[in-house]
Structures are given as structure tokens and as C-alpha cells.
């Protein structure tokens, strides 16, 4: 059996394909059935209203939505932080700017790499 702590309440669990204990599973899914009867009832939700709504935190909404188990489709207002600037967004991990950001200094990175100064000899490994 494979032991690990629970990422969320610390406890000692055995370890299983959701990555949290069963009593954090328990939770997790009634903060599920929270966030959709809320978003049932109010479509036009953004994600702070249903945060203080539910209780639950815009973490773990975040997380609903990236898992797919909430549906942007039918909640046209909501949107998750953006997860370097917090910026709200409805695609991806990270927002457009923070992606160009990345991506400049990804390119940044490599022409670094490859502007590095080569003297043309070769040395050979002892
Ligand atoms: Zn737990
Ligand atoms: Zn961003």
C-alpha cells in the first residue's frame, strides 16, 4: 500500500487516483454539489460571488474547472485567476499576457544558450 500525507488536511492516507484522502474526497464533492446547485440557480454567477456563496474557496474552483467537473459553458460570467497574475481568464492555465511573456523569455533563454561564446575547440572528456 502506497502512504502518503493529504495535500490538503495533512493526514496520513492510502494513496488513490484523486490524490486526497476519502474524508477530503467527501468534502471536495460537497463543495462540487455547492458550486453547480449554485450556478444552476444563477448562471450569471462570477467566480467571487460563487466563492462567498459556497464557501468554497476560488482554488478549489479553479480546480472544478480545470478537471472539467464545472462547465464554463453554462456559466457565461465565470472565469479563474490566471495562475501567475491572478488575471481572470476562461482558457488555458495562464493568461494571453503572461503566455507572451513565457514565450518571449523561453526565446530569451535559447538565444542565450545559443549566442554562447564557442572557441571552436573541442575538449575531450578525461
Ligand atoms: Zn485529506
Ligand atoms: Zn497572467
Do not use: W
Request: proline share 4%; hydrophobic share 30%; charged share 30%.
Amino acid at each position: 500500500m502506497n502512504l502518503d500525507n493529504c495535500p490538503r488536511c495533512g493526514r496520513l492516507f492510502a494513496k488513490n487516483f484523486r490524490d486526497v484522502c476519502p474524508a477530503c474526497i467527501k468534502d471536495i464533492d460537497k463543495e462540487y454539489e455547492l458550486c453547480t446547485t449554485y450556478l444552476r440557480e444563477n448562471k450569471g454567477a462570477i467566480i467571487t460571488e460563487l466563492s462567498e456563496a459556497t464557501g468554497v474557496s476560488i482554488r478549489q474552483i479553479t480546480k472544478f474547472v480545470r478537471e472539467g467537473r464545472i462547465s464554463l459553458v453554462n456559466a457565461p460570467n465565470m472565469s479563474y485567476p490566471c495562475e501567475v497574475c491572478g488575471t481572470l481568464i476562461r482558457d488555458n492555465h495562464i493568461c494571453d499576457n503572461c503566455r507572451a511573456r513565457l514565450q518571449k523569455d523561453a526565446n530569451k533563454l535559447k538565444s542565450t544558450f545559443a549566442s554562447k561564446p564557442d572557441d571552436g575547440k573541442t575538449y575531450e572528456r578525461t
